[in-house]
């Protein structure tokens, strides 16, 4: 069983141009989390997905971010504009439905090796 | 609101002597409690996570951690450390039904031979 995929691994942009990073969750997994990781700082939540619904956007930056997960293929992170404060790693996880009942459980989340943006 | 202190930085231990590397929480509700190792280069690897039960949590790599709710801790133990044990480690908490798991910001364990 894969783990959670993510890519490209490195991503160069320079200012003004888009990046779009994609993440493959693990078989079975319908939840999707991205997470930015600034250098020398901890994870920050951004936003978390379902098929085709953004459940938790609030670590979304307002402007330039955007992210999706389609009913088919893998969830896309858009940043539009880029700026050099956009350097970061990105880091996806998933994890499995929740229980039958409709109860959230806290599943620990599988994340992938994420995605170093450089923008120049 | 939740939030996840690792009040150290960096830890630095010879191998083969125990090691602890410390979190405290705060949330209100319940805390469901995670441990992460990120190696250079690569993603989160799950250690281990406390919800409910016993307070002492056993984990991979021979990791466990200690669920106090006197103190709002969950130090991560080890007790013999090896130098492959040197990463980064995190501590998250998350409170059940709401999706924000929230990370801290990290503390470097380096393990000298």
């Known amino acids: 069983n894969a783990g959670v995929m993510q890519n490209p691994r490195h991503l160069v942009r320079r200012r003004g141009q888009e990046a779009r990073l994609r993440c493959s969750p693990m078989k079975g997994h319908s939840h999707v989390y991205w997470y930015r990781q ?15 619904n953004i459940i938790d956007e609030s670590g979304m ?3 330039r971010f ?20 956009d350097s970061a790693a990105y880091f996806c996880a998933s994890s499995p439905p929740v229980q039958a009942g409709g109860l959230m459980s806290p599943n620990e989340q599988f994340f992938g090796p994420g995605t170093r943006l450089t923008v120049l | 609101a939740q939030s996840v202190a690792q009040p150290e930085d960096q830890v630095n231990v010879a191998e083969g002597n125990p090691l602890t590397v410390k979190c ?39 990791f466990e951690a200690e669920f106090n709710k ?18 980064l480690y995190f501590c998250a908490v998350r409170v059940l039904n709401n999706n924000d798991m929230r990370f801290g910001a990290g503390t470097r364990l380096t393990v000298k031979p």
């Open chain 1, 38 to 52: 600034l250098p020398e700082e901890g994870l920050k939540f951004m936003v978390y997905l379902q098929k085709e």
């Open chain 1, 61 to 63: 930056p307002k402007e």
């Open chain 1, 66 to 85: 955007s992210a999706e997960f389609p009913k088919e293929g893998p969830s896309i992170l858009r940043i539009q504009q880029v700026v050099r404060g």
């Open chain 2, 24 to 62: 405290t929480y705060s949330v209100s509700g319940n805390p469901y409690l995670f441990w992460y190792v990120q190696y250079p280069n690569r993603g989160l690897q799950f250690l281990l996570k406390y919800i409910t039960g016993d307070n002492l949590v056993k984990g991979s790599y021979g």
């Open chain 2, 70 to 87: 006197s103190q709002t801790s969950f130090h991560l133990k080890k007790p013999s450390a090896l130098v492959s044990d040197s990463a």
